[in-house]
Every structure is written in structure tokens, then in C-alpha cells.
């Protein structure tokens, strides 16, 4: 593949994107720090405590954020093709009513029917019916097959109740 | 060396029990079919299985995964050569020319020679494994804390920054991977560290459920968010799959360069099968006879790449087996695998188990005739399954994948766990993040801050015993040099953008 199919091209100078990974990770630095500086002075007859690893990711990551931006304003950060957002926001909603439905009780094969539905929709499907039927049948399919032969347990609703 | 041997026959009393080699067949059998799904490599595959195999025997789940790990190489190659897309960057090389080589009609020799090879390269370089380990073991007995220390830091260095195309990308996957690593109570002291006072973090963040978001959701949006630019076509099998008497002619010389390159490179702390691929693609380029061919559909750059992969897959069981120590995203997940069970790989390992280790060596030259006799029959049933209409085929994925989480921990926070690290993956995906550092960072980070303040602990303190030692010390030059080493590797990321 040359570049251009890949559709990556070299960076811009001053990409912004570079400033936002750096800015995550200053934060991400920040965090750590913080929740080291909550642990106090462990008393460890010798050597180090469970903070010493915190500063050092904490340093290293603040070290990485300033690299980031040395990168970002030379035009290193890769620029990424396009992206198809609907399709990514529809596969984020599949993987959220997923969540959801397990954390309400709807059970496993629900949560799995509309997982599968919502990811085949972001591929391009559009006849979301039948691939929320696809999705009940190997939901109910793995639900068996995992709870009466290999004896894993997986979150029950309704549907699952009536095994 | 004689030890060897016996131990080797112990090994296959064990692996040669029916259950075993059910165990084994079922293995490479999933990781054919799941590895030649595309954008699936092995380390997934195995990440994804590692919770479906929680209740099962130890010694016969882990001779499974590693019939997955195996079956998983191939079934990776057949996609590059067919469809051009490498479930892993090991494959990459082998898509250069063997997809060339489909498309042209010699879809068929590509996959003999990449199936032959492997099992040629897999082979040699189990027996490396069976003679090395035991010698590799008695060394490692005598390492203290300090030296393994060092060895980690060389692991992290190595896959991090060395090999990559920017150590400051591979170095940033690697200390977010370090910083999850923290995450949970500490072993040493009890103290909880990034729990932000979320009950389930107090645990720590299970390998499997990173990787699995990592690889899994994170390759299924990026898939998503790139489908209308980039489309697939899988190359139909044409003509004959037999060698011809040239091409076996062609192909035995680079089986055996592929093998002497992968094994000793796969086994050093080195990150992986990029390397040993990348070379051999560059020796065979050199040395062969056709260089009109290369760039065409060369079988000299499917037959030494495709050896090398696998030598180097074995190759990395050595440290992983002897040391416990993962270099590869796959050997990380492997890892998880064994605690999953309550075993440490490592010097005791051998002492303690040796029918699980030799079983488990054992299995793999086991695995290897299985792959080769089952691989060729079958083609037309894995390309059938490249035929998977992509939808459904990664909506799939994700139901597995959620599966596995919540089968492994049944926790919505967990699942939550799982959409974040999706995500994740996606962004590094889109900005060319390699993703292996993270999940060795998790993995080794709390083994290297274990092994250092033990080291320290020994010393009263002192920081000169992590020097002391003279291996350790060399070691630890090792890793300054190895990141400094990017500057010299330069050509290695210039041919990466050429050939991309």
C-alpha cells in the first residue's frame, strides 16, 4: 500500500490533536501524582513504598506529555484518515444499551441481541430486525451453551429465567 | 542435554493422553479458524477463549492455548495472503508478497509454502525450546532480585521503544500500561493505589479485560470508522495448491534463514516477530535469484518471513517459560493464562510441574503436525469464513468479547472497563499507537516494583545493589543503549513508510 491508500500522511505543524494527547496526558500525570500524595509516608523498615511507583509514572507520563508537544509543534503527530463517525457512535450506543441493560437486570441475551444489532447496523446494515433476531438466537446459543456446559454464570433477566 | 530428552519423553507420555490431544486439536483448530478471521491475531483469539476456560484441567487448557497461539499464526497468514489484512504486524511482511502472489493466481503455492515453512520453523524451533530451557533454567536459578529487575527494564525498553516507528509512541503506550498496572491494592504494603474508591478497581485491572478491549472493540470501531475508504476483497484460490518442484527449490532455503533468524531473536526480550520477519524479507530480497519477482508476488518473501514468524513464536515462549517473563502482547496474554490458574512460570515451574512444562512442550510439536495436516485440506473451509459478512462477523466479536468479560468478572464495571479501553484503542489506532507495549506494562510493571523493592529490601535500602550484580548491571546498560538504539534502526521505520 503507498501512503496515500493508507491515508495517512505526514503530520501538520501545530496539529491540535497533538496538544490534546498531551493534555490527557498531563492529566493522566496529574492523577497519579495526586493519589500519590495521598498515601502519605509508608513505613517500610527499608528500601521504598507503593508511592515510589506512582511518582515514577507520574514523572514519566508528565516526560511524555512535553515530548508529545515537542512532536505536535514539528509536525510529527500522524494524521489519521477520516473517520465514519456515525458508524463509531452507533457501535458506542450498541456496547452502552449492552451495559445498560445488564446493569437494570434485562439480562444477557437481551444486552447481547442489542450489541450485535447496533455493532452490524455502525457496519452498514440497515435491516436491524433481523440482526436483533440473529442476535437473540446466539445470545440464547452461548447463554446455553456456557451456563449448562461449562458451567459459567452469566447476569439472568427474564428470558434467561425460563431455562 | 540428556535431561532434555527424558523429560521431553515424560512430556509426551502427558501430551499424548487422549484428553490432551483433544485439547490440543480443539486448540489449534479455534485458532486457525479464529485467527484467520481478519484483523484478529492470536493474542486475541487467546484473550478471548482465557475466561471460557476458568473451570477446565490446567495442563489441558494451557496446552490449548497454546495450540491457539499456534494455530492462531497460521490462520493469520492465510488472511494476509488472501485479503491483505494482517491480523498482526508480524504478518504484515508475509502480505507484501503473498497476496501479490494471490492475486496473480498462485494463491495456492503461497499458502503450501507459508503452511510448510511454518511447520518447518515451529518445529526446529521447539526442539531449540526443548534443548535451551532447561539450560536457560539453571541460569535463571541463580538470578536474584536485582537482576530480574534489570531484565525487566530491558523488556520494557526493548518492546517499547527500540522497535517501534516513534519510541515516544511506543514509550507513552508503555507508561499508561505501567500506570494501569498500578491500579489496585499493593501487594507489598496494602496500600490502594488509582482505586479512586471503586470497589472493583481494589483488584487491580485484569489483562484479559484490556486486551480484549484493546484489541477486540478497539479494532472493530477503528474497522467501522474506515470501512468506506478502504474496502476488502479476498482473492479467490486459483489453480493448483501444490508447490511446483521450483517452488520447493525456492522455499528451503528461506524456511531454514527464516528459522536461524526467528528463534534466537524471538527469545531475547526483544518484542515480538517484527524484527526476525522483517529481516528475513530483507535477506531473501538479497540473496534471491529473482529480484525482478519481489514487489511482484516473490515466494522467497512469503516462504523466510512466514518461517521466521513462527520461529520466533516459539522463541518467545523460552523467556516466558524459563523467566516469566512476556514479550510480546501474546506471551503477556499467555501469562495471564497460567496465573489464571495460580502458576508462575519460572525456574520453579520446571522444578514443580515438569508434566505441565513438558506436557506442554511436548504439545506443541504435536500442535505443529496437526496445523500442517489440517491446514491445507481444510482451506476451503477457512476461506468460506473470510466470506463472514463483515457486520455480522464483527458484531460477533463483540459479543464474545463481552462475554468473556462478563463471564471472567460479572460486573457492569467491568464492561465499562471494557467500552474505555475499546475506545482507547481506537484513538491509538487512529494515531498510530502500538498497542503490545500497554498490555506488557500492565502485566510487568507490578512484577518489576515487586522485583525492585525486594532487591532494595535485601540491601537495607542501598541502590547500588541494583548494580552490583554484574548482570544486572549489563543489563541495565543494555536498556540505555537499546534507547538510544532507535537513531541507528532509522532505516527500519523508513521502510515501513515505503512499503505501507
Given at each position: 500500500?503507498?501512503?496515500?491508500?493508507?491515508?495517512?500522511?505526514?503530520?501538520?505543524?501545530?496539529?491540535?490533536?497533538?496538544?490534546?494527547?498531551?493534555?490527557?496526558?498531563?492529566?493522566?500525570?496529574?492523577?497519579?501524582?495526586?493519589?500519590?500524595?495521598?498515601?502519605?509516608?509508608?513505613?517500610?523498615?527499608?528500601?521504598?513504598?507503593?508511592?515510589?511507583?506512582?511518582?515514577?509514572?507520574?514523572?514519566?507520563?508528565?516526560?511524555?506529555?512535553?515530548?508529545?508537544?515537542?512532536?505536535?509543534?514539528?509536525?510529527?503527530?500522524?494524521?489519521?484518515?477520516?473517520?465514519?463517525?456515525?458508524?463509531?457512535?452507533?457501535?458506542?450506543?450498541?456496547?452502552?444499551?449492552?451495559?445498560?441493560?445488564?446493569?437494570?437486570?434485562?439480562?444477557?441475551?437481551?444486552?447481547?441481541?442489542?450489541?450485535?444489532?447496533?455493532?452490524?447496523?455502525?457496519?452498514?446494515?440497515?435491516?436491524?430486525?433481523?440482526?436483533?433476531?440473529?442476535?437473540?438466537?446466539?445470545?440464547?446459543?452461548?447463554?446455553?451453551?456456557?451456563?449448562?456446559?461449562?458451567?459459567?454464570?452469566?447476569?439472568?433477566?427474564?428470558?434467561?429465567?425460563?431455562? | 542435554?540428556?535431561?532434555?530428552?527424558?523429560?521431553?519423553?515424560?512430556?509426551?507420555?502427558?501430551?499424548?493422553?487422549?484428553?490432551?490431544?483433544?485439547?490440543?486439536?480443539?486448540?489449534?483448530?479455534?485458532?486457525?479458524?479464529?485467527?484467520?478471521?481478519?484483523?484478529?491475531?492470536?493474542?486475541?483469539?487467546?484473550?478471548?477463549?482465557?475466561?471460557?476456560?476458568?473451570?477446565?484441567?490446567?495442563?489441558?487448557?494451557?496446552?490449548?492455548?497454546?495450540?491457539?497461539?499456534?494455530?492462531?499464526?497460521?490462520?493469520?497468514?492465510?488472511?494476509?495472503i488472501?485479503?491483505?489484512?494482517?491480523?498482526?504486524?508480524?504478518?504484515?511482511?508475509?502480505?507484501?508478497e503473498g497476496n501479490k502472489m494471490a492475486k496473480a493466481g498462485r494463491g495456492g503455492p503461497a499458502?503450501?509454502?507459508?503452511?510448510?515453512?511454518?511447520?518447518?520453523?515451529?518445529?526446529?524451533?521447539?526442539?531449540?525450546?526443548?534443548?535451551?530451557?532447561?539450560?536457560?533454567?539453571?541460569?535463571?536459578?541463580?538470578?536474584?532480585?536485582?537482576?530480574?529487575?534489570?531484565?525487566?527494564?530491558?523488556?520494557?525498553?526493548?518492546?517499547?521503544?527500540?522497535?517501534?516507528?516513534?519510541?515516544?509512541?511506543?514509550?507513552?503506550?508503555?507508561?499508561?500500561?505501567?500506570?494501569?498496572?498500578?491500579?489496585?491494592?499493593?501487594?507489598?504494603?496494602?496500600?490502594?493505589?488509582?482505586?479512586?474508591?471503586?470497589?472493583?478497581?481494589?483488584?487491580?485491572?485484569?489483562?484479559?479485560?484490556?486486551?480484549?478491549?484493546?484489541?477486540?472493540?478497539?479494532?472493530?470501531?477503528?474497522?467501522?470508522?474506515?470501512?468506506?475508504?478502504?474496502?476488502?476483497?479476498?482473492e479467490?484460490?486459483r489453480g493448483?495448491?501444490?508447490?511446483?518442484?521450483?517452488?520447493?527449490?525456492?522455499?528451503?532455503?528461506?524456511?531454514?534463514?527464516?528459522?536461524?533468524?526467528?528463534?534466537?531473536?524471538?527469545?531475547?526480550?526483544?518484542?515480538?516477530?517484527?524484527?526476525?520477519?522483517?529481516?528475513?524479507?530483507?535477506?531473501?530480497?538479497?540473496?534471491?535469484?529473482?529480484?525482478?519477482e519481489?514487489?511482484k508476488g516473490a515466494i522467497?518473501?512469503?516462504?523466510?518471513?512466514?518461517?521466521?514468524?513462527?520461529?520466533?513464536?516459539?522463541?518467545?515462549?523460552?523467556?516466558?517459560?524459563?523467566?516469566?517473563?512476556?514479550?510480546?502482547?501474546?506471551?503477556?496474554?499467555?501469562?495471564?493464562?497460567?496465573?489464571?490458574?495460580?502458576?508462575?512460570?519460572?525456574?520453579?515451574?520446571?522444578?514443580?510441574?515438569?508434566?505441565?512444562?513438558?506436557?506442554?512442550?511436548?504439545?506443541?510439536?504435536?500442535?505443529?503436525?496437526?496445523?500442517?495436516?489440517?491446514?491445507?485440506?481444510?482451506?476451503?473451509?477457512?476461506?468460506?469464513?473470510?466470506?463472514?459478512?463483515?457486520?455480522?462477523?464483527?458484531?460477533?466479536?463483540?459479543?464474545?468479547?463481552?462475554?468473556?468479560?462478563?463471564?471472567?468478572?460479572?460486573?457492569?464495571?467491568?464492561?465499562?472497563?471494557?467500552?474505555?479501553?475499546?475506545?482507547?484503542?481506537?484513538?491509538?489506532?487512529?494515531?498510530?499507537?502500538?498497542?503490545?507495549?500497554?498490555?506488557?506494562?500492565?502485566?510487568?510493571?507490578?512484577?518489576?516494583?515487586?522485583?525492585?523493592?525486594?532487591?532494595?529490601?535485601?540491601?537495607?535500602?542501598?541502590?547500588?545493589?541494583?548494580?552490583?550484580?554484574?548482570?544486572?548491571?549489563?543489563?541495565?546498560?543494555?536498556?540505555?543503549?537499546?534507547?538510544?538504539?532507535?537513531?541507528?534502526?532509522?532505516?527500519?521505520?523508513?521502510?515501513?513508510?515505503?512499503?505501507?
Amino acid at each position: 500500500m503507498t501512503q496515500e491508500e493508507d491515508g495517512r500522511q505526514g503530520g501538520r505543524r501545530g496539529d491540535p490533536a497533538g496538544f490534546v494527547i498531551a493534555a490527557g496526558l498531563l492529566a493522566l500525570a496529574g492523577a497519579v501524582a495526586r493519589d500519590a500524595m495521598g498515601m502519605g509516608a509508608v513505613s517500610s523498615y527499608a528500601g521504598i513504598g507503593p508511592s515510589a511507583a506512582s511518582w515514577t509514572v507520574a514523572a514519566g507520563l508528565a516526560a511524555l506529555a512535553v515530548g508529545t508537544i515537542v512532536s505536535a509543534v514539528r509536525g510529527r503527530i500522524p494524521v489519521p484518515e477520516q473517520s465514519d463517525n456515525a458508524a463509531v457512535l452507533t457501535i458506542l450506543a450498541g456496547i452502552a444499551a449492552m451495559i445498560a441493560t445488564i446493569s437494570i437486570g434485562g439480562g444477557f441475551i437481551l444486552a447481547m441481541a442489542l450489541l450485535f444489532g447496533l455493532t452490524a447496523r455502525g457496519f452498514g446494515r440497515r435491516a436491524l430486525a433481523t440482526d436483533l433476531g440473529i442476535g437473540v438466537v446466539l445470545g440464547l446459543l452461548v447463554y446455553l451453551g456456557f451456563t449448562k456446559l461449562l458451567a459459567l454464570s452469566l447476569p439472568q433477566g427474564p428470558i434467561e429465567r425460563l431455562f | 542435554m540428556l535431561d532434555s530428552v527424558f523429560a521431553l519423553a515424560q512430556g509426551f507420555s502427558v501430551a499424548f493422553e487422549p484428553t490432551k490431544l483433544l485439547f490440543a486439536l480443539i486448540g489449534v483448530f479455534l485458532g486457525t479458524a479464529v485467527g484467520v478471521l481478519p484483523g484478529i491475531g492470536p493474542a486475541l483469539t487467546v484473550a478471548l477463549l482465557l475466561p471460557v476456560t476458568f473451570k477446565l484441567d490446567p495442563t489441558g487448557s494451557l496446552i490449548m492455548f497454546a495450540g491457539i497461539y499456534y494455530g492462531g499464526m497460521y490462520g493469520g497468514s492465510t488472511t494476509s495472503i488472501l485479503i491483505n489484512t494482517p491480523g498482526e504486524s508480524a504478518s504484515m511482511i508475509t502480505a507484501l508478497e503473498g497476496n501479490k502472489m494471490a492475486k496473480a493466481g498462485r494463491g495456492g503455492p503461497a499458502l503450501a509454502t507459508s503452511a510448510i515453512g511454518s511447520f518447518v520453523a515451529g518445529l526446529i524451533a521447539t526442539i531449540g525450546l526443548a534443548l535451551f530451557a532447561p539450560w536457560l533454567v539453571e541460569i535463571a536459578i541463580q538470578f536474584g532480585p536485582a537482576d530480574y529487575f534489570a531484565l525487566m527494564i530491558v523488556a520494557f525498553v526493548t518492546v517499547s521503544a527500540t522497535f517501534g516507528d516513534s519510541p515516544l509512541r511506543g514509550l507513552t503506550s508503555l507508561f499508561i500500561g505501567l500506570m494501569l498496572g498500578l491500579v489496585g491494592i499493593d501487594a507489598l504494603s496494602g496500600q490502594a493505589r488509582l482505586t479512586f474508591g471503586v470497589p472493583e478497581l481494589l483488584d487491580g485491572i485484569e489483562v484479559t479485560t484490556l486486551a480484549v478491549g484493546l484489541f477486540a472493540v478497539g479494532e472493530a470501531l477503528f474497522v467501522a470508522s474506515r470501512r468506506k475508504h478502504a474496502p476488502e476483497t479476498i482473492e479467490p484460490v486459483r489453480g493448483s495448491l501444490w508447490m511446483t518442484k521450483l517452488d520447493w527449490k525456492r522455499s528451503w532455503k528461506p524456511w531454514l534463514r527464516g528459522t536461524a533468524l526467528g528463534f534466537p531473536i524471538g527469545s531475547l526480550p526483544a518484542g515480538g516477530a517484527e524484527i526476525p520477519t522483517f529481516l528475513s524479507y530483507t535477506i531473501e530480497k538479497r540473496l534471491t535469484k529473482h529480484p525482478e519477482e519481489f514487489g511482484k508476488g516473490a515466494i522467497e518473501g512469503v516462504a523466510g518471513p512466514e518461517a521466521a514468524n513462527n520461529a520466533s513464536a516459539a522463541g518467545t515462549l523460552m523467556p516466558l517459560l524459563t523467566l516469566g517473563l512476556p514479550t510480546s502482547a501474546t506471551a503477556a496474554i499467555l501469562l495471564a493464562g497460567f496465573q489464571q490458574y495460580g502458576l508462575n512460570p519460572g525456574p520453579l515451574l520446571f522444578a514443580e510441574r515438569p508434566d505441565l512444562v513438558w506436557g506442554l512442550i511436548a504439545s506443541l510439536f504435536i500442535a505443529n503436525v496437526m496445523l500442517v495436516v489440517l491446514n491445507l485440506p481444510l482451506i476451503g473451509l477457512w476461506v468460506r469464513l473470510l466470506a463472514i459478512p463483515q457486520p455480522w462477523l464483527y458484531a460477533g466479536i463483540l459479543v464474545f468479547a463481552a462475554m468473556g468479560t462478563i463471564a471472567a468478572n460479572p460486573s457492569p464495571v467491568e464492561l465499562v472497563m471494557l467500552a474505555v479501553f475499546g475506545l482507547l484503542g481506537f484513538v491509538m489506532r487512529r494515531y498510530d499507537y502500538p498497542i503490545a507495549p500497554m498490555v506488557v506494562g500492565l502485566i510487568l510493571g507490578p512484577m518489576a516494583e515487586t522485583q525492585l523493592r525486594r532487591a532494595l529490601q535485601i540491601s537495607l535500602g542501598d541502590p547500588m545493589a541494583l548494580i552490583e550484580s554484574p548482570l544486572a548491571a549489563t543489563l541495565l546498560a543494555i536498556a540505555a543503549l537499546a534507547l538510544v538504539a532507535p537513531i541507528l534502526f532509522r532505516g527500519l521505520s523508513r521502510f515501513k513508510a515505503e512499503e505501507d
